[in-house]
């Protein structure tokens, strides 16, 4: 699939659920005869739909693969009954969480049997890197190099969710959250609730992370070390999970 194509998917979101070969002409500097090339090889693919005279909205292929998605990401698959327990166990919402690019994408979320407050982060709904504890520990293990790109792209994002205003600084902070694998934030993406993280890796690569959010109200010093200590289990127990599956994947080559 060309980088063009590409594209014009990408500029599909909730402000802009369909869109008109006009607009994307503009945005793309391309001609009518190209766009509309483009636009007949997604609907072809199932990957965009015509919407009447409106335009293209996303197609019954993106359905399709998220249901696949549902059903064999490796990352859910280790998860297993595991995410349910930790909901039940800690009386919070539990959030798994991969990185996607320049964000932070959920791939599930497991609410616990009685309600909480509803949480910004839910499956399918990218968030920043760089406000709340399932963001920033994965942030914090991120190499130097990606940290610097960001860092130059987005130093005003950054300093804005209450990082130091100089790359050392913004180090300097990340550096205790990398070294214990984890972090805990208070009402930094929803008012009232606590996020307690940890980072999930393979090896030295993040690859996401496993989250409790619970109501600061319910989250006294005591329990917060105790609901941490679920969660290390848990992702522990995840990463295990996916070694003991790379190690069988390989010993069947």
């Not at 709340?132 to 300093?159: N, Q, Y």
């Not at 200590?229 to 080559?253: D, H, P, Q, T």
Request: hydrophobic share 45%.
């Amino acid at each position: 699939m060309s980088a063009r194509l590409l594209r014009i998917l990408a500029s599909f979101d909730l402000s802009r659920p369909v869109r008109k070969p006009a607009e994307l002409m503009a945005e793309l500097g391309v001609s009518r005869a190209s766009i509309y090339r483009d636009l007949k090889a997604l609907e072809e693919a199932g990957l965009l739909e015509r919407v009447a005279d409106r335009g293209y909205a996303l197609g019954p292929l993106i359905v399709e693969l998220d249901r696949q998605i549902r059903l064999a990401d490796p990352l859910l698959q280790a998860s297993g009954s595991l995410l349910r327990k930790l909901a039940v166990d800690t009386g919070g919402v539990v959030l798994l969480c991969r990185v996607h690019g320049d964000k932070v994408l959920c791939i599930h979320q497991e609410a616990p049997a009685e309600p909480v407050s509803q949480v910004s982060y839910e499956r399918g709904r990218a968030m920043p890197l760089y406000r709340g504890a399932t963001s920033k520990v994965i942030l914090a293990h991120l190499p130097r190099v990606e940290l610097e790109r960001l860092w130059r792209r987005d130093r005003a994002a950054i300093v804005e969710a209450g990082f130091p205003a100089n790359f050392s600084g913004f180090l300097v902070e990340l550096e205790p959250l990398r070294e214990a694998k984890a972090c805990v934030t208070h009402s930094e993406v929803d008012p009232g609730m606590a996020g307690l993280a940890v980072a999930l890796l393979d090896g030295t690569r993040v690859l996401g992370s496993l989250s409790v959010v619970i109501p600061v109200a319910k989250l006294p010093a005591g329990r917060r070390n105790a609901v941490l200590s679920k969660v290390f289990s848990a992702a522990s127990s995840i990463e295990s999970a996916l070694e003991n599956e790379r190690l069988r994947a390989r010993s069947k080559r």
